[in-house]
Each structure stands twice: as C-alpha cells, then as structure tokens.
C-alpha cells in the first residue's frame, strides 16, 4: 500500500454526504489484532480441527467438555488481544457522520473496546453464557468458573457460549436492527467478512437494491464483490484510517 492512498472521489463524497452509514463487520477485521479468522489457516493446538464443526449444536451435544475448551482458550486469545487501527477508525467514524450502525458477526467485544457505541452483536458474544437447555439464561461472565461443562445457574442444565452456531437463529432484535439499517442506510461498508455466512452476507445486497452505495474492505475478492458499487483491496487497519483521512481533505 503507498503511502499517499487516492480513493475515487465519488465514494469519499458519498461517505461525507451520507446521512446513514452501515457497516459490516467479520473477522478480517480483528486479524491484526491476532485473532484468527474463520476460514483461514488456524493456529497452533486447533490448526488441525475444523471451525465449522465446532460452531454447532450437534458438535456441543455430542462433546460439551470438547467444544467448551476450543472456547476458553479463544477467549483467552482474545482478552489479551488489544483492539487496532481499524477498530478505532470505525470507532471515529461514528461522530464524523450523522449516524452510524455498526453491525458486527465477531463475538470478540473488541470494537466496543475500541470505542464503537451500540454495536450490533449479530453472533453473540464468546464472553456470555446462555442455557444449553433454552431457559432463557444468556450473561456475560465476570470470571470463567472453568469447570469442564459449566452449569446454568438459573436451572442447572449445561451451559454453553453465547454466541450463535450453525442452523441457529439470529437473536430478534439484533436481526431486524440490522436489516433495518441496511435498508436505510446510504453507504453500506462490508469490512474484512467473506460474506459466506447468512442472513449477515445478505445485507449488501439489501443496501444495494435499497439504493445505497456499497463498499467491499477486504485485501481478497469474495462471492460477494460482484454485488458491491467498490472494493477497496487491502487490510482495514490500513484501508480504513485512510479511508478518513481522506474524508478530511
Ligand atoms: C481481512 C483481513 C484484514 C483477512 N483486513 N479483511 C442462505 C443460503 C445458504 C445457507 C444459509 C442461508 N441462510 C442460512 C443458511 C445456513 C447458515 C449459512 O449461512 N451457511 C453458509 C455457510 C452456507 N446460516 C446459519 O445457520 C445462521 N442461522 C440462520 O440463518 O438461522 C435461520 C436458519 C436456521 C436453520 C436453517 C436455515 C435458516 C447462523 C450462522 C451462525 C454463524 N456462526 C459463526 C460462529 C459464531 C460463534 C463463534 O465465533 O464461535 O459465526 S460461523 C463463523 O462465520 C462466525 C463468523 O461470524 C461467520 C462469518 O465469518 P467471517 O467473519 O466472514 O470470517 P471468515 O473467516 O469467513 O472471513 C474472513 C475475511 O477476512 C476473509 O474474506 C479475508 O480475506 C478477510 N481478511 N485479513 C480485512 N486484515
């Protein structure tokens, strides 16, 4: 990336004029932070299990104690992870525009550490625990008691992270904030997600038919990048500091 970074005009014209700007994020945008992404080579003692087989329902039910550690020690990795320039940009850009919703699949808190106000926690988050059994139990947790299967305090069935798994629904509210807001918005940024994963790789495409001028962050293409009026290739910690900067000038 050059240091000096020109940006189509008509994009930076679009992002100081909107009224509403939504923005999507995934995990590319904590992988500067060190937190590795989904669909990318995994670290260490994980690097041999599959992601997609853990986020499930099927794989809790079949071996809680299993999927409980890959849990712990993802939210290990992620308290001692420090949120980074792309974070706080989006973070900044919430005052520079009337309004801002920042929608967000990542379940690692790390935006509202930066500074973002009322993000939308499409996923959950991995610091919450909910009932396995649906009593409606769903807390963060001050300290994690690190018993093997943790137990719901309110009913005593097993306790599981509070994030949402494969073939589960989003949780209500968070959904139709998020559809909503793509349907308002003028400029919709889609930001380090491989827009693979529904109903969240769906929202582009709402703002577009809504009308909205729709910008891909990512450093590769994804399934998705058709359907986006711009991509801007590079790593948002990069592309988005950038990105306001030219909003300045
Ligand atoms: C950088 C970067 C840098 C790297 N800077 N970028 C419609 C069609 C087809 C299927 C479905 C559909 N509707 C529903 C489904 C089923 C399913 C689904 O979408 N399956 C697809 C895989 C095909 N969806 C669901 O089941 C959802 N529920 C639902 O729809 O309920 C209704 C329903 C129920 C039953 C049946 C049918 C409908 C729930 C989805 C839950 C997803 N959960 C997870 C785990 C969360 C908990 C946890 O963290 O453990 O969410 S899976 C995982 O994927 C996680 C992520 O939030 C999500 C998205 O991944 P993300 O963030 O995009 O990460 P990656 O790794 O894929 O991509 C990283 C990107 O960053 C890459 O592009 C890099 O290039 C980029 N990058 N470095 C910027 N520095």
Known sequence: MPEKVRFDPTLVGALRDARHVCVLTGAGVSAESGVPTFREAQQGLWAKYDPLQLATPEAFERDPEFVWRWYRWRRELVSQAEPNDGHRALAELQDLVPRLTLVTQNVDGLHQRAGSRDVIEFHGNIFSNRCFARCNYDRLVECDDDTAVPTCPACGAPARPGVVWFGETIPEAALNASFAAAADCDVFLSVGTSSLVYPAAGLGAIAQ?????????NP?????????????RGNSGVILPKLLESLAH
Do not use: H, M, P
Not at 220 to 232: H, I, K, P, R
């Open 209 to 217: 038919e809504a009308g909205a001028i729709t910008i891909e962050v």
């Open 220 to 232: 590769n293409s994804t399934e998705q990048s058709e359907v986006f009026t711009a991509a801007l």
